[in-house]
């Protein structure tokens, strides 16, 4: 069983920045892609970006420029920073990962509980 916590979120006002975390834990695994996704009150589950084990990166059109996913490895974990945000980036933002037993060689996607993103125009 592997666990995804993300933390970082808050309220920030428009033009600002934040930096969200989403840390894997568990026994004997190993992580694929890891990926930031988001979801508005009243809408559907988007996706943000993506991130490769090798670090190549895949953003929406909607944060291209303003947003960037690194992950550190070594940590099991994925970051989102976030800059000139707008109030359209209010949401809960999600992470996930494709994580592979290290016993089973099976892969599975797991998913973090989310944390939110307030963002005041």
């Known amino acids: 069983q592997v666990h995804l916590v993300e933390s970082g979120g808050n309220l920030v006002q428009a033009g600002g920045s934040l930096r969200l975390s989403c840390a894997a834990s568990?026994?004997?695994?190993?992580?694929?892609?890891m990926g930031w996704y988001r979801q508005a009150p009243g809408k559907q589950r988007e996706l943000v970006g993506t991130i490769t084990s090798g670090g190549r990166t895949n953003y929406a059109d909607s944060v291209t420029g303003r947003f960037t996913i690194s992950r550190d490895n070594a940590k099991s974990t994925v970051y989102l920073q976030m800059n000139s945000l707008k109030a359209e980036d209010t949401a809960v933002y999600y992470c996930n990962a494709e994580v592979v037993s290290l016993y089973t060689l099976e892969a599975r996607v797991y998913w973090g509980q989310g944390t939110q993103v307030t963002v005041s125009s």
């Open positions: 568990g026994i004997a695994f190993s992580i694929n892609d």
